[in-house]
């Protein structure tokens, strides 16, 4: 059986997407309706869903439903016990929910996921059922059903994080749901000297890859924001020169946020609206505005005047295009086993900003034990939320960062290498930066290099290409 997705508009929702599950050439019912009220109030608070997180909850729901025709089930016929076994050799378990050993795992056809990823995927699958309980459509499968207490935030407009209380919520949960994965000490992020090595590297493939990225590192802005933007945001950057204001002066940048109609605001600084005006709207966006129209001629969709991002085929900038410029990206920078993704530029932006409230307020240090008031009202302004729990992560990633940028600076400028360091762990396993730093030694050696005798990780090591670290 042929299971396929097709992103459609929202037939409710305005300038909203869906993604549809489709049995067969015809539209598997059951999870359109599914998808279609998870679409209105999804997202957090009953409030509607991410703008793009339609997409993920149809392919999470469709591997559901493969799973279950490849033992020979439907989703009504299904029982509990199916999806259990699917649970198991999805995290590579037996069937007593031991792991796996390593023989038994690799003749799975499938990678071992995370337990933190299985709960995303069990959570979704039962509000899938729980939603057909609810509009009464007969099925076989009984949900065993733990009661939960939460504690949800609430915070006040005016006062900020001063006025946040926490109200306990008794919500129904899955017993089939497994123990959290180990608690993340902190976030991916990158250095400035790797974020700009990135854009080096996106800018080969298309400048308004990089553009966006720089855009994303300059706001912290999300994907599905920076790829909103409209031309009309930048028109009036002439004034911020005439007001006195220097390049790195941060000023207001009006969006869209993740599961909001209603219009945001973030800063940027004018340096990043004086570039992407000379780089791209100045001349190659008009350019490009043809091509579009072309585009949109050939395709038979909507000409839309007021759209920013536009590759050089005519074609505009999905979200997902970014996604796998900055995979391809990271690829090429030697990073294959943990590449970079376009989330981390956001943890990045937000641990920058801490660095540089450092360097702003001298005697103010990185405390990775307590929580800091400043360092959550930062935060809270750039990102739009923050919390005790997320500003110490970003903390300690700040502190892992800033080292990071401390031995960058202290290597010698006359080694050929001047791109971002890697790490021992990430370095063993990826062949890719072993091949790059096999060329670099290359070219030092000349005639005399030896690879036979080549050591890829003590050679790394002793130019400072590698370090121990966790990032």
Same mark, same amino acid.
């Given at each position: 059986?042929?299971?396929?997705?097709?992103?459609?508009?929202?037939?409710?929702?305005?300038?909203?997407?869906?993604?549809?599950?489709?049995?067969?050439?015809?539209?598997?019912?059951?999870?359109?309706?599914?998808?279609?009220?998870?679409?209105?109030?999804?997202?957090?608070?009953?409030?509607?869903?991410?703008?793009?997180?339609?997409?993920?909850?149809?392919?999470?729901?469709?591997?559901?439903?493969?799973?279950?025709?490849?033992?020979?089930?439907?989703?009504?016929?299904?029982?509990?016990?199916?999806?259990?076994?699917?649970?198991?050799?999805?995290?590579?378990?037996?069937?007593?929910?031991?792991?796996?050993?390593?023989?038994?795992?690799?003749?799975?056809?499938?990678?071992?996921?995370?337990?933190?990823?299985?709960?995303?995927?069990?959570?979704?699958?039962?509000?899938?059922?729980?939603?057909?309980?609810?509009?009464?459509?007969?099925?076989?499968?009984?949900?065993?059903?733990?009661?939960?207490?939460?504690?949800?935030?609430?915070?006040?407009?005016?006062?900020?994080?001063?006025?946040?209380?926490?109200?306990?919520?008794?919500?129904?949960?899955?017993?089939?749901?497994?123990?959290?994965? *180990?608690?993340?000490?902190?976030?991916?992020?990158?250095?400035?000297?790797?974020?700009?090595?990135?854009?080096?590297?996106?800018?080969?493939?298309?400048?308004?890859?990089?553009?966006?990225?720089?855009?994303?590192?300059?706001?912290?802005?999300?994907?599905?924001?920076?790829?909103?933007?409209?031309?009309?945001?930048?028109?009036?950057?002439?004034?911020?020169?005439?007001?006195?204001?220097?390049?790195?002066?941060?000023? *207001?940048?009006?969006?869209?946020?993740?599961?909001?109609?209603?219009?945001?605001?973030?800063?940027?600084?004018?340096?990043?609206?004086?570039?992407?005006?000379?780089?791209?709207?100045?001349?190659?966006?008009?350019?490009?505005?043809?091509?579009?129209?072309?585009?949109?001629?050939?395709?038979?969709?909507?000409?839309?005047?007021?759209?920013?991002?536009?590759?050089?085929?005519?074609?505009?900038?999905?979200?997902?295009?970014?996604?796998?410029?900055?995979?391809?990206?990271?690829?090429?920078?030697?990073?294959?086993?943990?590449?970079?993704?376009?989330?981390?530029?956001?943890?990045?932006?937000?641990?920058?900003?801490?660095?540089?409230?450092?360097?702003?307020?001298?005697?103010?240090?990185?405390?990775?034990?307590?929580?800091? *008031?400043?360092?959550?009202?930062?935060?809270?302004?750039?990102?739009?939320?923050?919390?005790?729990?997320?500003?110490?992560?970003?903390?300690?990633?700040?502190?892992?960062?800033?080292?990071?940028?401390?031995?960058?600076?202290?290597?010698?400028?006359?080694?050929?290498?001047?791109?971002?360091?890697?790490?021992?762990?990430?370095?063993?396993?990826?062949?890719?930066?072993?091949?790059?730093?096999?060329?670099?030694?290359?070219?030092?050696?000349?005639?005399?290099?030896?690879?036979?005798?080549?050591?890829?990780?003590?050679?790394?090591?002793?130019?400072?290409?590698?370090?121990?670290?966790?990032?």
């Amino acid at each position: 059986m042929a299971w396929t997705l097709k992103t459609v508009e929202h037939p409710t929702l305005y300038d909203r997407y869906i993604t549809l599950i489709i049995e067969n050439g015809l539209v598997h019912l059951p999870s359109a309706r599914f998808l279609l009220k998870e679409a209105k109030t999804g997202g957090r608070y009953g409030l509607p869903g991410g703008r793009t997180s339609h997409l993920q909850k149809a392919k999470q729901l469709r591997e559901l439903l493969i799973h279950l025709e490849n033992i020979g089930k439907t989703w009504d016929s299904a029982l509990e016990v199916h999806v259990e076994a699917i649970r198991n050799s999805m995290l590579h378990w037996d069937r007593n929910g031991n792991p796996l050993c390593k023989k038994e795992s690799s003749k799975l056809p499938f990678k071992k996921i995370k337990n933190n990823t299985m709960n995303t995927k069990l959570s979704l699958w039962f509000k899938f059922y729980k939603y057909m309980e609810e509009l009464k459509e007969p099925h076989n499968l009984v949900l065993s059903i733990n009661k939960k207490i939460i504690y949800m935030s609430i915070q006040s407009d005016i006062l900020g994080y001063s006025k946040m209380r926490y109200e306990p919520k008794k919500i129904e949960v899955w017993k089939l749901l497994v123990p959290s994965s *180990p608690k993340m000490k902190f976030y991916k992020a990158i250095t400035r000297k790797e974020f700009k090595n990135l854009c080096t590297h996106l800018t080969k493939q298309d400048i308004v890859f990089d553009l966006i990225v720089r855009l994303m590192g300059d706001t912290g802005l999300r994907v599905e924001a920076a790829t909103e933007i409209t031309p009309a945001v930048f028109k009036s950057y002439f004034r911020y020169f005439k007001s006195g204001k220097s390049m790195e002066s941060r000023v *207001p940048l009006i969006y869209r946020g993740k599961g909001k109609n209603e219009p945001l605001e973030c800063n940027i600084t004018i340096r990043i609206i004086s570039e992407i005006q000379k780089e791209y709207l100045s001349s190659l966006h008009i350019k490009r505005l043809k091509k579009y129209k072309d585009y949109c001629e050939q395709k038979g969709i909507l000409f839309d005047k007021n759209i920013m991002w536009i590759l050089s085929d005519g074609r505009p900038v999905k979200y997902v295009d970014i996604y796998k410029a900055i995979r391809t990206a990271s690829v090429q920078m030697g990073r294959t086993i943990k590449p970079i993704s376009a989330h981390w530029l956001r943890h990045s932006f937000a641990v920058w900003k801490i660095l540089d409230y450092k360097k702003r307020n001298s005697g103010f240090k990185i405390n990775i034990m307590n929580v800091n *008031p400043d360092i959550m009202i930062l935060l809270q302004n750039e990102l739009g939320h923050a919390d005790a729990k997320t500003t110490m992560i970003y903390s300690w990633t700040a502190f892992q960062i800033e080292e990071l940028e401390r031995l960058e600076l202290e290597r010698e400028p006359s080694y050929n290498y001047d791109g971002p360091l890697m790490t021992f762990q990430l370095f063993r396993n990826d062949k890719y930066a072993q091949n790059i730093v096999k060329e670099i030694a290359i070219q030092e050696f000349g005639i005399e290099f030896d690879e036979n005798r080549f050591d890829p990780l003590s050679y790394a090591i002793s130019r400072r290409m590698a370090i121990d670290s966790n990032l």
